[in-house]
Nanobody, 123 residues
Framework: QVQLVESGGGLVQPGGSLRLSCAAS????????MGWYRQAPGKQRELVAI?????????NYADFVKGRFTISRGNAKNTVYLQMNSLKPEDTAVYYC???????????????WGQGTQVTVSS
């Protein structure tokens, strides 16, 4: 069992910044990927940014956040951050932490979602 705990959401004015944090804990052998998705009411969940460990590691951003958001891994194990700058009203959504991990059993691979944190960008 793996748990993801998110924090850092809130209300911010257009052009402002927020920093989201996510920490994974539980029966994790290794992390394949950690990242962030978001979902606005009436819309499907979409990728924001993700860090993958396979093939030496890679970072991928959605086009709509490139140049504004930065994803990074923390010094604490299994921790990921999302620095969000130049926020726009259309960034308003529930942001979900995501991870894909290998469990302690050989060949076990599972994906997990956090409970979500609300980000509201409004004047």
């Amino acid at each position: 069992q793996v748990q993801l705990v998110e924090s850092g959401g809130g209300l911010v004015q257009p052009g402002g910044s927020l920093r989201l944090s996510c920490a994974a804990s539980g029966s994790i052998f290794s992390v394949n990927a950690m990242g962030w998705y978001r979902q606005a009411p009436g819309k499907q969940r979409e990728l924001v940014a993700i860090l993958a460990s396979g093939g030496g590691g890679s970072t991928n951003y959605a086009d709509f956040v490139k140049g504004r958001f930065t994803i990074s891994r923390g010094n604490a194990k299994n921790t990921v951050y999302l620095q969000m700058n130049s926020l726009k009203p259309e960034d308003t959504a529930v942001y979900y932490c995501y991870t894909d991990v290998y469990g302690l059993r050989l060949g076990e691979q599972s994906a997990y979602w956090g409970q979500g944190t609300q980000v509201t960008v409004s004047s």
